[in-house]
């Protein structure tokens, strides 16, 4: 698909309500978001938490707030460029309060700035191996029960630990934005989710919760091109962590990793009292840790 299909593919009636997300953006409709309003100056939507959008104590998963963010303010600065391509070039996000399961979020995003060359808004990798049928089914049940945002996407895990995890996502359709590269909120997804399951094993499965991410993207992955991604901790202290996750794209001729994509810096409140509902949480990490 060029950049014009792109375009097509995106320029839906300005305006309008209740747009289809998988016509505008995959990740979107794969975590069930809904859009309202689209324009250039205001994009609106809600999504309902479901188990979906969840991470493992039943709250809405900050990698997902990272996607929605990510995902209309590229749409917005797609429209107020006049549909000419836009690449979006770093994140920030600070989580205040949860959402809970059944909960809807509503979410808006406007623009700050519109320049020529940049537009902060607000609102704000060789082919992969197929592994053997039973192993495959085995690695999805895996990443289904450790993180399900994760999982929708097709991220495969390899390593898990309280000091180092790594995994692989394939690019397919569900992780692109129109241009046929991967989402970057799909990029932001991948280090909270990482981070957040590190962050639990490292505080003695006791209760994490995501306050603020940051990512700078360096480099585009294109559909069918494999991403390495790999998090370790920067800080584990008594009440906060601090987690670094990097994502490069893999070399298809060695299968090592490639060009840096991404980089990413997570910050965790931890060693939070555990409600009697949540304390078995970490019950998948347990099991997977000792077999990864």
């Known amino acids: 698909m060029d950049d014009d299909d792109a375009t097509r593919r995106r320029r839906p009636a300005e305006g309008s309500s209740g747009a289809k997300a998988g016509e505008l953006d995959p990740p979107l409709q794969a975590i069930g978001f809904e859009v309202?309003?689209?324009?250039?100056?205001?994009?609106?939507?809600?999504?309902?938490?479901?188990?979906?959008?969840?991470?493992?104590?039943?709250?809405?998963?900050?990698?997902?707030?990272?996607?929605?963010?990510?995902?209309?303010?590229?749409?917005?600065?797609?429209?107020?460029?006049?549909?000419?391509?836009?690449?979006?070039?770093?994140?920030?996000?600070?989580?205040?309060?949860?959402?809970?399961?059944?909960?809807?979020?509503?979410?808006?995003?406007?623009?700050?700035?519109?320049?020529?060359?940049?537009?902060?808004?607000?609102?704000?990798?060789?082919?992969?191996?197929?592994?053997?049928?039973?192993?495959?089914?085995?690695a999805k049940q895996m990443m289904a029960e450790l993180d399900a945002p994760l999982h929708a996407l097709g991220f495969e895990m390899e390593e898990l630990s309280p000091s180092r995890l790594t995994g692989r996502l394939l690019v397919t359709p569900t992780c692109c934005q129109p241009f046929k590269v991967l989402h970057g909120g799909?990029?932001?997804?991948?280090?909270?989710?990482?981070?957040?399951?590190?962050?639990?094993?490292?505080?003695?499965?006791?209760?994490?919760?995501?306050?603020?991410?940051?990512?700078?993207?360096?480099?585009?992955?294109?559909?069918?091109?494999?991403?390495?991604?790999?998090?370790?901790?920067?800080?584990?202290?008594?009440?906060?962590?601090?987690?670094?996750?990097?994502?490069?794209?893999?070399d298809p001729s060695t299968g090592d990793k490639g060009p840096q994509i991404a980089e990413s810096r997570v910050t965790l409140l931890s060693n939070l009292p555990l409600p009697e509902e949540h304390k078995n949480a970490g019950d998948a990490l347990k099991k997977y840790a000792s077999k990864l």
Not at 37 to 58: A, D, H, M, N, Y
Not at 110 to 130: E, I, K, Y
Not at 190 to 206: D, I, P, T, Y
């Open 36 to 138: 309202e309003e689209i324009s250039p100056s205001r994009i609106t939507g809600r999504l309902l938490v479901t188990p979906v959008c969840c991470q493992p104590f039943k709250v809405l998963h900050g990698g997902v707030s990272a996607l929605v963010a990510e995902s209309l303010a590229s749409m917005g600065a797609h429209m107020a460029s006049g549909y000419r391509r836009v690449a979006g070039v770093q994140l920030s996000i600070n989580h205040f309060r949860s959402a809970s399961l059944g909960d809807t979020v509503l979410a808006r995003a406007v623009p700050v700035h519109l320049g020529r060359s940049t537009q902060p808004p607000a609102g704000r990798a060789m082919a992969t191996t197929r592994q053997p049928a039973t192993e495959d089914s085995r």
């Open 186 to 250: 799909v990029s932001a997804l991948v280090a909270e989710a990482l981070a957040s399951m590190g962050a639990h094993m490292a505080s003695g499965f006791r209760r994490v919760v995501g306050m603020q991410l940051s990512i700078s993207h360096f480099r585009s992955a294109a559909l069918g091109d494999t991403v390495l991604a790999r998090a370790v901790p920067v800080h584990v202290g008594r009440s906060t962590q601090v987690w670094e996750v990097k994502l490069w794209k893999m």
